[in-house]
């Protein structure tokens, strides 16, 4: 009796050992020769086995839906922004500037939507692999204040940080946007001729970047939900914006072993950025 006790969890190890790698099949087990536990071991394997497989499989159908959607509407975007543009040139009255300009704003946001979705898209099926390696931060943040500075300059917003020399693990080009998101999102919502800090500190496990601003600030109530796919707070509901660049940032830093946090007094807000070293 013992024997067999030893060989029905020695069978039922060997099972479960396989479904977690996930090299399971049922056609090595022969469920003449199984117990009856055996059995339903087996039977609620190759189920968890077939349910793996159709997740998998809508995942990809999904992913190339959305690549479809993106590559078609590609051309009309670009021809309506074209259009736009030429219209604006044109000498109208100031009624139909108005709208010429609406039309421009709402067609930039739809095509910054849809690059979101793609993006985010590929980063949940895997399509996107993230590459961690050791990178430098300095350089890092001093591209990306690059790129934000028009923007800020344009709201005399002045940004503040002082380079320093840490390193830490992580894709360069994924968490260039991420940061990137952060920073727009503190030039937009920040009133004019205010300061942004950013800073890094490192820890034993983790080098930290934060970006703090002076401008509308969070509600506490909506903190833990700033992150979520198209969320909008109540604040920002009159601002240009579709909701998802936070979601994609916490996509990006959780998919290289790091986490983001955001912190808000009523007045300005700092998000902080953990990058694994």
């Known amino acids: 009796m013992m024997f067999t006790d030893k060989k029905l969890l020695a069978h039922l190890d060997k099972m479960l050992e396989d479904g977690i790698n996930g090299t399971f099949s049922e056609s090595v087990y022969d469920e003449t020769q199984l117990s009856k536990l055996e059995s339903k071991w087996l039977r609620y394997l190759t189920s968890s086995k077939l349910s793996a497989q159709k997740t998998a499989q809508e995942r990809k159908k999904l992913q190339e839906l959305v690549s479809d959607i993106s590559h078609q509407t590609k051309t009309p975007l670009s021809n309506i922004l074209l259009y736009t543009q030429l219209l604006q040139e044109q000498d109208i009255d100031e009624q139909s500037r108005q709208l010429v300009d609406e039309i421009r704003q709402q067609s930039e946001k739809l095509e910054f939507l849809i690059q ?123 601002q240009n914006g579709v909701g998802i660049g936070l979601y994609l940032c916490r996509q990006i830093i959780e998919g290289q072993s790091g986490y983001i946090t955001a912190e808000s007094n009523g007045k300005g807000a700092v998000f902080k950025i953990f990058l694994p070293k």
């Open 116 to 238: 979101s979705l793609v993006k985010t898209s590929r980063l949940e099926t895997g399509t996107f692999q993230l590459a961690p390696l050791e990178n430098n931060i300095d350089r890092m943040i001093e591209s990306v204040i690059e790129q934000i500075t028009p923007k800020a300059e344009s709201k005399q917003i002045k940004i503040m940080y002082s380079s320093q020399s840490h390193t830490a693990k992580f894709d360069i080009k994924w968490t260039q946007e991420a940061l990137f998101n952060i920073l727009d999102n503190a030039v937009k919502y920040s009133p004019r001729n205010s300061v942004i800090k950013i800073t890094v500190d490192a820890y034993e496990m983790f080098a930290c970047v934060s970006v703090a601003d002076q401008g509308i600030g969070i509600p506490a109530e909506e903190l833990p939900c700033i992150f979520r796919r198209f969320y909008r707070g109540q604040n920002v509901r009159e």
